[in-house]
């Protein structure tokens, strides 16, 4: 009777973890956690703005943004690196990367932004 409820509960085990990442949200909570913080990073920075196509935004617009395109593409989106590489650096319908502007005119990728704020964040 026991094997039997050990090999039920594992099976459970499985079945969830499938179907979990079978419908995108197999990012772990550590990960959903740093993604969360590099955006509430941008939404904070005072004085700066999101550049995309050319345009520039605020930053409480660019963290609405971005947490709408990672919605959008939460399926594909299974850490923090795929979150950084595939919805937070370019313009999926131009490909021009996103790029933030300084107070003080100095540029950066978000890219190069986010990778850095990932560092300090470890």
Do not use: C
């Not at 099976?11 to 740093?34: K, N």
């Not at 550049?51 to 399926?75: C, H, M, P, Q, V």
């Amino acid at each position: 009777m026991r094997k039997t409820s050990i090999i039920a509960a594992s099976l459970i085990l499985v079945l969830t973890t499938a179907s979990v990442r079978a419908d995108g949200h197999g990012i772990s909570p550590a990960d959903r956690t740093r993604i969360e913080q590099l955006i509430t990073a941008v939404e904070h920075l005072s004085g700066a703005h999101f550049i995309r196509n050319g345009k520039a935004y605020g930053a409480s617009t660019a963290a609405r943004f971005l947490r709408g395109k990672w919605k959008d593409r939460e399926a594909s989106v299974h850490n923090v690196d795929d979150f950084i590489n595939n919805v937070a650096t370019r313009s999926s319908m131009t490909g021009l990367p996103y790029r933030i502007r300084f107070d003080d005119g100095r540029e950066m990728t978000t890219a190069a932004f986010f990778r850095a704020e990932l560092a300090r964040l470890k």
